[in-house]
């Protein structure tokens, strides 16, 4: 019998009733299942594939994944964790046919001219004031984080993506792809730098 998925050490009996309504074949179940994730999933493949069409390819062969999957599921991870563990293995092995073109991952993305020579700031960064981070949660803002994390290197896109897009915890990026985690830190400090440093002009623009 499959053990309790748990939280904390607390069964997750919701989780393990979805387990088994998809297990019996409960169509409602999985449509449910499909809004839920499918965007995400979407996204996240993007960060591998060259277009947003090879990436619903990749989502919808990831679901053939689960279905055939689902019998030997052990429950020893989330079902999101799991689920996306097979879209990333999938999303590579496209990837790796179809490669997307990204900048090389050289550093922290902060250019050498924002610093003196004594290694200090030529001009501080834009504090982001409560006020300012209360507002990127309009949509119109959320859509141009978007296009800024779209920007970054593969490896810090599909961490900062999965971190703080899709909520993932660290241990659980860890699994998803397959890195340590201290890469997994590294790559998510030098993302969310780059993406400070890249909106600094708008969160200029958000203060007044």
């Excluded at 169509?27 to 999933?41: C, N």
């Excluded at 279905?67 to 496209?94: C, D, H, M, Q």
């Excluded at 290694?119 to 981070?133: H, L, N, Q, S």
């Excluded at 999965?162 to 993302?191: F, P, T, W, Y």
């Amino acid at each position: 019998m499959t053990p309790p998925r748990t939280l904390g050490g607390v069964p997750d009996p919701d989780e393990e009733e979805l387990i088994e309504r998809l297990r019996a074949g409960d169509e409602s179940a999985f449509g449910s299942l499909v809004t839920r994730y499918h965007p995400s999933m979407v996204r996240v493949a993007s960060t591998f594939v060259p277009s947003r069409a090879v990436a619903e390819e990749v989502a919808q062969d990831t679901w053939l994944g689960v279905v055939k999957g689902l019998p030997r599921f052990e429950g020893r991870s989330s079902l999101k964790t799991w689920i996306f563990r097979i879209l990333v293995n999938r999303a590579k092995t496209t990837g790796g046919r179809e490669p997307r073109t990204v900048e090389l991952d050289t550093g922290d993305g902060l250019g050498s001219e924002r610093f003196t020579a004594a290694g200090t700031w030529r001009e501080p960064p834009v504090v982001w004031t409560d006020d300012i981070e209360d507002r990127l949660a309009a949509p119109e803002i959320a859509a141009r984080i978007l296009e800024v994390v779209d920007q970054l290197p593969e490896s810090q896109r599909q961490v900062v993506t999965l971190r703080d897009i899709e909520g993932l915890s660290s241990k659980e990026v860890c699994d998803v792809l397959g890195i340590s985690e201290g890469n997994q830190r590294v790559l998510l400090h030098r993302a969310r730098t780059r993406v400070r440093a890249m909106l600094e002009d708008d969160v200029r623009r958000w203060g007044k």
